[in-house]
């Protein structure tokens, strides 16, 4: 009785290396793939940085309030889990005193964060100064 022990030896090693190549090319596929992503998004940052080039102040402008909300959800979603909130205060005058100090700092920070001057914007400087 021949024996079947170098058959299936030879069958496992013949098994082993087809999941081996199996594994290098779906190794090779989701690098490809990962590659392809990354050279998408470059591309797509260079498209945009180049169009930023060509933005004028005011297109910036309108990108930096299109994105405030978002900005000011991002901020504000830990109130969202606030289920009361309780000033104390002696005299109330002072707690709108704070809310216009920070509402007069707004502009300051946001010209800080992304390097535009809503203070420029017209329709907030009529806002802000009703002389102007």
């Known amino acids: ?10 069958k496992k090693v013949l ?9 290098r090319r779906i190794g090779e596929a989701e690098a490809g793939s990962i590659e392809a992503i990354g050279k998408a998004e470059a591309e797509k940052m260079r498209l945009k940085a180049e169009a930023y080039q060509h933005y004028g102040e005011a297109a910036k402008t309108a990108l ?3 994105a405030l909300p978002k900005i000011a959800g991002k901020v504000a979603a830990p109130l969202a889990q606030t289920s009361e909130i309780v000033i104390l205060s002696r005299d109330g005058s002072r707690v709108t005193g704070e809310v216009n100090r920070l509402l007069a700092e707004l502009p300051v920070s946001v010209n800080a964060l992304t390097g535009v001057d809503l203070m420029k914007i017209p329709f907030l400087q009529k806002m802000t100064n009703p002389q102007a």
């Open 1 to 10: 009785m021949p024996s079947c022990q170098p058959l299936n030896r030879m």
């Open 15 to 23: 098994t082993a290396q087809a999941e081996a190549e199996k594994i």
């Open 64 to 66: 930096v309030l299109e």
